[in-house]
T-cell receptor, first 111, second 112 residues
């Protein structure tokens, strides 16, 4: 099946630093979504992208839908301790509504 | 607006038993999808229901089944439980005309 390669697997950063993570695939997707999951909870939707090249922000978060439709990245600016969690990318196949998820990026922010 | 709710939150079962998990979607959402999350495999798609019909199915054995009711609430059932079925089971709902799925807190199933 289709796979998303998410990197890095984990990040350890200092409070105030900017963070960048990305997802790539050999397949084309029509929708990219970014989620954050905290311990004991389900993933929370952060940003949804629908068009190739689209750049969307949500507060300190910015995500882009790659021009080739095979990748997406998420940036977090001026990180704070509550940014800690696992960030997942998810993409929708060209037909249907099924989502494929990346393996996740574990983010740790040191105060 | 209330979010997606899942019951129970935690469950312990023994091998060979069966289990039923419940999911209530966000009001107005008619699509419900189920995922299995494990440390080794990540989030794996189980199935999607829309208007009481299974619209999509992942690569899981027939022991995993689900259904959706007329009020959009959904249940998933796992029969003949195996140790490897221990996981966090997540339910997600969405409106029929979008692709943004909203997740519940999950049911943590432990099989001993």
């Amino acid at each position: 099946g289709q796979q998303l390669n998410q990197s890095p697997q984990s990040m350890f950063i200092q409070e105030g630093e900017d963070v960048s993570m990305n997802c790539t695939s050999s397949s084309i997707f029509n929708t990219w979504l970014w989620y954050k999951q905290e311990p004991g909870e389900g993933p929370v939707l952060l940003i949804a992208l629908y068009k190739a090249g689209e750049l969307t922000s949500n507060g300190r978060l910015t995500a882009q839908f790659g021009i080739t439709r095979k990748d997406s990245f998420l940036n977090i600016s001026a990180s704070i301790p509550s940014d800690v969690g696992i960030y997942f990318c998810a993409a929708r196949e060209t037909s249907g509504s099924r989502l494929t998820f990346g393996e996740g990026t574990q983010l740790t922010v040191n105060p | 607006k209330a979010g997606v709710t899942q019951t129970p939150r935690y469950l312990i079962k023994t091998r060979g038993q069966q289990v039923t998990l419940s999911c209530s979607p966000i009001s107005g959402h008619r699509s419900v999808s189920w995922y299995q999350q494990t440390p080794g495999q990540g989030l794996q798609f189980l199935f999607e229901y829309f208007s009481e019909t299974q619209r999509n199915k992942g690569n899981f054995p027939g022991r995993f089944s689900g259904r959706q009711f007329s009020n959009s609430r959904s249940e998933m059932n796992v029969s003949t439980l195996e140790l490897g079925d221990s996981a966090l089971y997540l339910c997600a709902s969405k409106r029929g005309d979008t692709y943004e799925q909203y997740f519940g807190p999950g049911t943590r199933l432990t099989v001993t």
